[in-house]
């Protein structure tokens, strides 16, 4: 089934390590989004990637890193330079950045401890 | 970063009562998209909105494109209790980054 897989569902890491969090699709679409939800809260944007090898940075950039080495995969890694990591974050794809119709993987929840 | 504006934050209905949420915004977008959430997962795609005046319907959800392209509202008929969950709006303007309201969580009581 074509889809977006998010890895792990849960994940706890000690502050002051950084953490990756995996994204995959295999939608063959070309751009990737990744959004940080707090609870309560709307989604605000990290990063995203409109195509390989090329990405931007979103409303809230600082303390993560990302790479789109392969058009299925868009990792995103949360420093140690991120003040406040606990949260759950989501990943999106959509066919490319002018065709808005983005699907969500099932998010990753963060905690920080 | 742009928000858009949503409203009602939260509602509480009765089930069987419908259901009416909007969001707004100062500049215009191209599409409006509308997705649901459920408690710890990511948000699904209900209907996706392009022209300026369209209404367009999925199931007994029933959205709109406002004329003026700066608003879209959703509505909900005859709410069940598995529409319970946090409803979200996003406008897109071409090439720019989709934004996203703060979201419309609704409660149902039995």
């Known amino acids: 089934d074509g889809g977006i897989t998010q890895s792990p569902k849960y994940l706890f890491r000690k502050e002051g390590q950084n953490v990756t969090l995996s994204c995959e699709q295999n939608?063959?679409?070309?751009?990737m989004y990744w959004y940080r939800q707090d609870p309560g809260q709307g989604l605000r944007l990290i990063y995203y990637?409109?195509?390989?090898?090329?990405?931007q940075k979103g409303d809230i950039a600082e303390g993560y890193s990302v790479s789109r080495e392969k058009k299925e995969s868009f990792p995103l890694t949360v420093t140690s330079a991120q003040k406040n990591p606990t949260a759950f974050y989501l990943c999106a794809s959509s066919w490319d950045s002018m065709n808005t119709e983005a699907f969500f993987g099932q998010g990753t929840r963060l905690t920080v401890v | 970063g742009q928000q858009l504006n949503q409203s009602p934050q939260s509602m509480f209905i009765q089930e069987g009562e419908d259901v009416s949420m909007n969001c707004t915004s100062s500049s215009i977008f191209n599409t409006w998209l509308w997705y649901k959430q459920d408690p710890g997962e990511g948000p699904v795609l209900l209907i996706a909105l392009y022209k300026a005046g369209e209404l367009t319907s999925n199931g007994r959800l029933t959205a709109q494109f406002g004329i003026t392209r700066k608003d879209s509202f959703l509505n909900i008929s005859a709410s069940i209790p598995s529409d319970v969950g946090i409803y979200f709006c996003a406008g897109h303007r071409g090439a720019q980054k989709l934004v996203f309201g703060q979201g419309t969580r609704l409660t149902i009581n039995p």
């Open positions: 939608l063959n679409h070309d751009a």
């Open positions: 990637s409109q195509i390989v090898n090329d990405f």
